[in-house]
């Protein structure tokens, strides 16, 4: 008999907006979470528990568990727990999206930010009420599957869950994983003792504790060292905490291809690649994809561009950039002033180098996911070129449904690098210069080269599906077949 799994994760797979006809309709959620876990549980099933994020989510929430396509005849289960939406405000956008977020991607401009203070103290206990409704419930559905439940807890919304449900079961078997980066020793002291040491504790709950890359997983190990009492073996990757060993683990997670691959032949995915394709015309076509985020490093991406343009005259008038910028977090003021600079550097390109019949970048900042499965197909290169990330689903996406053997600039801070690197081209994501003659060598790549360079990204990717991943998680919990 398999495990029974318990997933608990912050965003869940579907979100519900209005329909037409005035009801809740499931739509999919957005980020690589997502996409990575609904292809691990479609595989076995199982109950996945989520945070109800808007006002339809609380709706389908009050109705209790639904099947994962917002019927009841899927493979795994949805649980959406509910908040008041001025609690859930302050843990979502204050604490884990504002703080954490910021933490773990290094994203503080230090002289000015953070100011901790009783906002902080109040976003605070929201996100530990957040945390407590979780552990609580996953406490609840372990009681009803029995005692050889898999619960895994993920990412840093839930950094607390861990140590309160073994606190409520003792015996529960909790891996956590992290789909972000992990902040080493010096900047986790930057957030006050009490915070620290409660969310390295929280984690220390769980038996195994995930990282999509050695370099997060190292930089947990080390910052567990400010933690008085935690043992820290960096070597055999093992913290010794009050009695415990909790095993940490390194776990690239790669995608489901072909549920992606479906999803790229639907109907509107077929016409939105005609539109563009007829809109791009000859010109050659650099796609860069992500959510409108302020490690993804679009604002660099795009003076690498400029940099490109000018260093590169033969390419003007030849290429376009195409940027598919997914909003995110709206109500966080830093974001919405990050994508007003990119989509103004965006128009200073055009301004500079553009011609009554040619716009050298188009920004587009809107939810198009058919858009971006067709741009995938027609990419000449992609640029994934973050600061830093967890796990850079795009990476892996582009290479499987490119059909024009298109080239990938990639990030040496990226998540998915270890695993990709060989097969693409590498960047220092500050590094604009560096960037503008990989845009080059991407664009000018002999097509046998190119050829290959797919096939190695293709066969790195289905390394690592998603089902494998899960059954590590359940290996290491002692729990696999
Ligand atoms: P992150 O998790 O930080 O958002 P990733 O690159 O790991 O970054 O994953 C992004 C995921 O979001 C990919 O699977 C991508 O296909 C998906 N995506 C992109 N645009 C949309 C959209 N409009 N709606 C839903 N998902 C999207
Ligand atoms: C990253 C995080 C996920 C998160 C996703 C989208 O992938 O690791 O936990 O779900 O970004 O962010 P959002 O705030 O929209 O859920």
């Known amino acids: 008999m398999p495990a029974p799994i318990v997933v608990a994760s912050n965003r869940g797979p579907i979100a519900f907006v209005r329909g037409a006809d005035g009801k809740p309709a499931a739509k999919r959620g957005a980020g690589g979470l997502v996409t990575a876990l609904s292809g691990a549980l479609a595989a076995g099933g199982g109950l996945w528990i989520a945070s109800a994020m808007t006002e339809e989510d609380r709706e389908v929430a009050a109705r209790g568990r639904v099947g994962a396509d917002g019927d009841d005849a899927s493979l795994y289960e949805l649980r959406y727990l509910s908040f008041e939406p001025g609690l859930f405000d302050r843990y979502y956008n204050g604490w884990t999206n504002r703080v954490l977020w910021f933490l773990h991607h290094y994203l503080w401009n230090l002289p000015q930010t953070p100011i901790f203070g009783a906002d902080t103290e109040a976003d605070w206990d929201a996100f530990v009420a957040v945390n407590r409704a979780f552990a609580d419930a996953m406490a609840e559905e372990g009681g009803r599957l029995g005692p050889s439940t898999a619960f895994l807890v993920q990412d840093y919304h839930l950094s607390l869950a861990p140590a309160m449900l073994k606190e409520l079961r003792p015996d529960a078997r909790i891996a956590h994983f992290s789909h972000i980066p992990f902040a080493g020793p010096s900047y986790m002291r930057i957030l006050p003792e009490r915070y620290r040491t409660a969310l390295l504790e929280g984690l220390l709950g769980a038996d195994v504790i995930g990282f999509h890359a050695p370099a997060w997983a190292d930089r947990f190990l080390l910052s567990c060292r400010l933690l008085d009492g935690a043992r820290v073996d960096l070597r055999r990757r093992v913290v010794g905490w009050r009695g415990r060993k909790i095993r940490v683990r390194v776990n690239p997670m790669g995608l489901d291809v072909d549920a992606l691959r479906d999803e790229a032949s639907r109907p509107e ?43 590169h005259p033969e390419w003007r008038g030849r290429v376009v950039f195409l940027a598919l910028l997914n909003p995110s977090r709206e109500e966080i003021p830093d974001y919405g002033a990050y994508v007003g600079e990119c989509v103004r550097t965006a128009e200073f390109v055009n301004d500079q180098w553009g011609t009554s019949t040619w716009t050298p970048i188009d920004a587009r900042v809107r939810d198009e996911y058919a858009q971006t499965l067709a741009a995938y197909s027609l990419y000449d290169a992609l640029i994934v070129n973050p600061m830093l990330d967890g796990m850079n689903l795009v990476a892996k996406e582009g290479p499987m449904l490119n059909t024009r053997d298109g080239a990938l600039i990639l990030s040496e801070t990226a998540g998915a690098f270890q695993e990709l690197r060989r097969w693409a081209l590498p960047v220092d994501p500050f590094d604009v210069d560096q960037t503008a003659e990989a845009i080059a060598a991407a664009l000018d790549m002999p097509a046998a080269e190119r050829a290959a360079r797919r096939r190695g990204l293709q066969a790195a990717v289905r390394r690592n599906p998603p089902n494998r991943w899960l059954e590590s998680q359940l290996d290491d919990l002692g729990l696999g077949d």
Request: no cysteine; net charge positive; charged share 35%.
């Open 269 to 311: 995915v077929v016409r939105a690649a005609e539109e563009l394709r007829a809109w791009k015309g000859d010109s050659a076509l650099l796609l860069r994809v992500d959510r409108a985020e302020l490690s993804k490093n679009i604002l660099r991406g795009f003076l690498a561009f400029d940099r490109f343009l000018e260093t």
